[in-house]
């Protein structure tokens, strides 16, 4: 099985401030990786998939980046909104595995 | 709209067998790869298992296989999940959602990332 690991596990940060998250797959997985928004009680929201196409509807602050094992999630302007955990996930291979997660939250 | 809407979940002992539902609307249900992905309390997401537009086709993961049996009714827009043999560390909210991607090439299946996800049904499993 791929693992993904993703860091860190909790950040915070101030609204404006850049924020950034890390994802490492155990193997290579080309650009097989998207990036979901959940927050409280609620389903995950996917955001970006093929590790930087943006998916409809999804504010242009979030963007994603990198290929092969080494994945950066981006928030270019943090808002109160962005206040979620954010998982990565890899769709190279069955079974389809998801890294810890981020927890963001405001300083 | 586009939606999955989950329901059956509930409280049940370990040992016991429970069998979760997840309706679609607003799309074609019956031309999609579908997931089920679970959550217990406080963790991350696990996927949990996929099956073909067609029934054909199922894969899971190693912690449920031999357990849980995915299936559907492409009559019903209904996708199904029947989980036998519970376990307490089965505890967590299960999602359906839509793969995003999927589709097939003669007798390969080929499945992506999730693009809609319904509210979840959660399951307790404890004596």
């Known amino acids: 099985d791929i693992q993904m690991t993703q860091s860190p596990s909790s950040l915070s940060a101030s609204v404006g401030d850049r924020v950034t998250i890390t994802c490492q797959a155990s193997q290579d997985i080309s650009n097989y990786l998207s990036w979901y928004q959940q927050k409280p009680g609620k389903a995950p929201k996917l955001l970006i998939y093929?590790?930087?196409n943006l998916e409809t509807g999804v504010p242009s602050r979030f963007s994603g980046s990198g290929s092969g094992t080494d994945f950066t999630f981006t928030i270019s302007s943090l808002q109160p909104e962005d206040i979620a955990t954010y998982y990565c996930q890899q769709y190279d291979n069955l079974p389809l595995t998801f890294g810890g997660g981020t927890k963001v939250e405001i300083k | 709209q586009v939606q999955l809407v989950e329901s059956g979940g509930g409280v049940v002992q370990p040992g016991r067998s429970l069998r979760l539902s997840c309706g679609a609307s607003g799309f074609t249900f019956n031309t999609c790869g579908i997931h089920w992905v679970r959550q217990a309390p406080g963790k991350g997401l696990e996927w949990v298992a996929v099956i073909s537009h067609d029934g054909r086709n199922k894969n899971y993961a190693d912690s449920v296989k031999g357990r849980f049996t995915i299936s559907r009714d492409n009559s019903k827009n209904t996708l199904y999940l029947q989980m036998n043999s519970l376990r307490p560390e089965d505890t967590a909210v299960y999602y359906c959602?839509?793969?995003?991607?999927?589709?097939?090439?003669?007798?390969?299946?080929?499945?992506?990332?999730?693009?809609?996800w319904g509210k979840g049904t959660t399951v307790t499993v404890s004596s």
């Open positions: 093929d590790a930087s």
């Open positions: 959602a839509r793969d995003a991607r999927y589709y097939t090439s003669g007798w390969n299946y080929h499945y992506y990332y999730m693009d809609v």
